[in-house]
Every structure is written in C-alpha cells, then in structure tokens.
C-alpha cells in the first residue's frame, strides 16, 4: 500500500518555519544577568554568587539552583506545553521564551520571599533592624532577577 500527500494550502512550511524557530540552540537564562556595582566594593552579581554558594562567613542560600531542583517538573512541562503551542502557531517562539523567563523568575522571587535556611545570624538581624527574611534586605537583589536569551 502507498499513498501520497500533497500540501496545497502550505501549511507544512509553516509548520516547520515555526520547529525551526524553536532549534537553533535558542535558550533562556535566568538569574543576576547584570553586574551593576554597590557601595562597597561588591557588585550585584557577586553577591548574588556568594549568597547563591557561600563564601566567608555567609553560608550557602541557594535561590537558583534550588528553584530549579525543586521545581524542575513543573518547568520542563510548561517548557513541553510552549512549545506544542508554538508547533500548533498559537504562540510564537519568541512568546514562548519570554513566558518561560518571567515564570521561572517568578519562582525563583517566591523561593527568596518564602524565606530560604539557614535562619539570620543576630548580628545580621541587628544591622536588617529586625527584618528577618534572608536575602531581603534592601530589595536590589530581588529586583535584579531577570531572564534574557541565552547564547
């Protein structure tokens, strides 16, 4: 038995332009994408790594590594999720990526504001003046969490 198929109203070309656009080694980074320097001496980023590890006295709050293994199914299926929807044209790659990006920062945020052990130190919860959530001091740590598309 054999059959032929022919495509007359071209949607196989677009249907491929659209896997297309989800190869190419298209990624999406999350994290402290930007190195803005402090009063200090300290850049943004590297606090976000000695947090993010430890270093020093501070020890390890992991809030990207972590989110990741913690919710690493819930990414994967709506990593699945976008892209079937990009392959059916109901959204574009672009779309895909950008959604993709806000979402996991919005789980990574949620992680550092649901607090992440160890507890403060007192000397710590002295100079926060009482505030008590690691990784939340004045906020510029939190706010710098983005996404772009990775190389």
Not at 97 to 107: D, F, I, K
Request: proline share 3%; net charge positive.
């Amino acid at each position: 038995m054999s059959a032929k198929v022919t495509d007359t109203g071209g949607g196989t070309k677009e249907l491929l332009a659209r896997i297309r656009a989800l190869g190419g080694g298209r990624k999406v980074r999350v994290g402290v994408l930007s190195d803005k320097p402090l009063r200090g001496g300290k850049s943004l980023m590297e606090i976000a790594i000695i947090h993010e590890f430890g270093g020093g006295t501070v020890p390890a709050r992991s809030f990207i590594r972590a989110t990741m293994d913690e919710r690493s199914s819930e990414i994967l299926a709506l990593h699945a999720d976008l892209a079937r929807s990009v392959i059916a044209g109901t959204i574009t790659a672009d779309a895909a990526l950008a959604r993709l990006g806000e979402t996991v920062v919005a789980m990574v945020k949620a992680r550092i504001s649901g607090g992440i052990s160890p507890a403060l130190a007192a000397s710590t919860l002295r100079k926060k003046g009482g505030k008590n959530t690691p990784l939340i001091a004045t906020g510029q740590l939190l706010n710098s969490l983005s996404w772009d598309e990775g190389e």
